[in-house]
């Protein structure tokens, strides 16, 4: 393969435009889909950017997703890859390890389960968007309605009780600032992890209607299993839709002609999320996996022991699965994106996240038809330093 | 058309249910894949082909 640019060093964050990936990944992606690129610890591994490419990676269990293997793509957190794994954080483990928890759990993430959640999460919505009313403008809208609506419901889900969320909602944005020190990474875990054991010493002596209370009476986990498990889903549930509710309102009220569709047609919904999801990618870094040996994908042959990392917005654009893909359509067909991952690691929540975004964002758009930005646009605080994008603050009139 | 289904390598991702719920539903147990109707009709042909492709774990095929 030819370079006609230098290679990257490190994956690009800084963006030009709030809803767009940096461009320097759509450029790479149109000279060349898979490309070698330096990574922070001097790995001379790969960056890719194709869609078809991205997508054969990730079904291909010759690829691992185990830290210790990992090179870091970027310089913030190449440490934390050495640190022994929180035992049944199974996002990081590889089959057989993997299949065992994720089987333990996809029984309560089905379809038909997430659908049954429906009138609880329309209650959740209805009572903030009356607390919003009652408040009144202007208001952060990451404050009072995008992040408290996925963490209640993460935590009625959980067992875990709302009124702790200050405590991990801290810890929990600790741990996804890239610009966190080691130390403050370390003992935001410790943290996390010592309050949720306790919590699990609780439901074993009152076991409630929970899922945590399900999964310690079922007597397959140790305090520690349950332990990391139980952070996964709290972290993965509530920063990832919060920030898609959040960015997303954003994205729709500098698209009027996009947020009258989803506002007024409430058959279109369903594929407007898919639309905002594929074009918003909020997963912005990776992921990144290590070849266990040596496969040939798009032309290029990574070698046992090279790590790749994906760039899932610019294969959510690329012009050969989704044409016009730079631009926001949320009438167009938009499955089979992937920005809830393929393969194994496969979004575990993505049901439940869906639900919540085809709820909350025409409730609200429905609610203040008059919704609109209270600052100009540019200066809407981004989330480019930390692991998944979003808006730090959204501040709304209506 | 014949659709095959290995719960093997279901990973309870629910694409399936989720596109096609007259054809695929998910194990109250494991959320595993439970195919309702093994030969659909013709006319869900592309919708079914759509279930195949969104599946991410390659654990449904389709025989003619
Ligand atoms: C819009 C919201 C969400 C997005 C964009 C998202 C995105 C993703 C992505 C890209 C992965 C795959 C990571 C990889 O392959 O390394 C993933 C995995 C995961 N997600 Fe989500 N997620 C969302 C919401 C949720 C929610 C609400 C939950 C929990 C209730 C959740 C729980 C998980 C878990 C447990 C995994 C690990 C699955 C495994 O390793 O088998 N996510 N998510
Ligand atoms: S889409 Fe595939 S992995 Fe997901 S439930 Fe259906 S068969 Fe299983």
């Known amino acids: 393969m030819t370079e006609a640019t230098p290679r990257l060093a490190t994956f690009p964050l800084a963006r030009e435009r709030a809803f767009d990936p940096p461009d320097e990944l759509a450029r790479r992606r149109d000279e060349a889909p898979v490309q070698r690129m330096t990574y922070a610890d001097g790995h001379e591994g790969w960056l890719v950017t194709g869609y078809a490419e991205a997508r054969a990676i990730l079904a291909d269990n010759r690829f691992s997703t185990r830290p210790e293997l990992l090179h870091s793509p970027i310089p913030q957190r190449g440490e934390f890859n050495k640190e022994p794994l929180t035992p049944g ?42 607390a919003m009313e009652r408040e009144g403008a202007p208001s952060d809208l990451v404050e009072s309605f995008a992040l408290p609506i996925p963490s209640l419901v993460i935590c009625e889900m959980l067992g875990v009780p709302y009124e702790d969320r200050e405590k991990f909602q801290r810890d929990s944005a600790v741990l996804v600032n890239l610009d966190s020190s080691m130390e403050d990474v370390r003992a935001a875990v410790q943290d996390l992890l010592s309050y949720l054991h306790g919590l699990v010493a609780l439901k074993a002596k009152e076991p409630d209607d929970d899922m945590l209370s399900g999964l310690v009476m079922g007597g397959e986990l140790t305090t520690e299993e349950l332990g990391g498990v139980a952070l996964l889903l709290l972290i993965a549930g509530h920063e990832t839709t919060a920030n898609m509710l959040g960015l997303g309102t954003f994205a729709l009220l500098t698209n009027p002609g996009q947020l009258a569709v989803v506002r007024d047609d409430p058959a279109a919904v369903d594929n407007a999320v898919e639309e905002l999801l594929r074009h918003l990618s909020i997963v912005h870094i990776g992921p990144t996996r290590t070849a266990l040996e040596d496969v040939e994908i798009g032309g290029a042959l990574i070698r046992a022991g090279e790590s790749v990392t994906l760039s899932l917005g610019a294969a959510n654009r690329d012009p050969g699965r989704f044409e016009g893909g730079d631009n926001l359509d949320v009438t167009r067909p938009a499955h089979g994106h992937l920005s809830f991952g393929h393969g194994i690691h496969q979004c575990l929540g993505q049901q439940l ?34 692991a998944i994008y979003g808006v730090h603050r959204l501040p709304v009139l209506w | 058309m014949k659709i095959k289904a290995d719960a093997g390598r279901c990973v309870g991702a629910g694409m399936c249910a989720l596109t096609l719920p007259q054809v695929f539903d998910q194990s109250e147990d494991d959320g595993t894949v439970v195919v309702l109707d093994a030969e659909p009709p013709a006319a869900l042909g592309p919708a079914v082909n759509r279930a195949v492709q969104l599946c991410p774990s390659g654990a449904l095929s389709v025989e003619e």
């Open chain 1, 89 to 130: 954080f199974f996002l990081r483990m590889d089959p057989p390890e993997h299949t065992r928890y994720r089987r333990l759990l996809t029984g309560q993430f089905t379809v038909r389960r997430m659908k049954q959640l429906e009138p609880r999460i329309h209650e959740i919505t209805e009572s903030r968007l009356d």
């Open chain 1, 353 to 386: 996240a869906r639900i919540e975004m085809r709820i909350a964002y025409p409730a609200l758009l429905r609610r203040f038809p008059n919704l609109r930005l209270a600052v100009p646009a540019r200066e809407v605080p981004l989330r480019s330093k930390m």
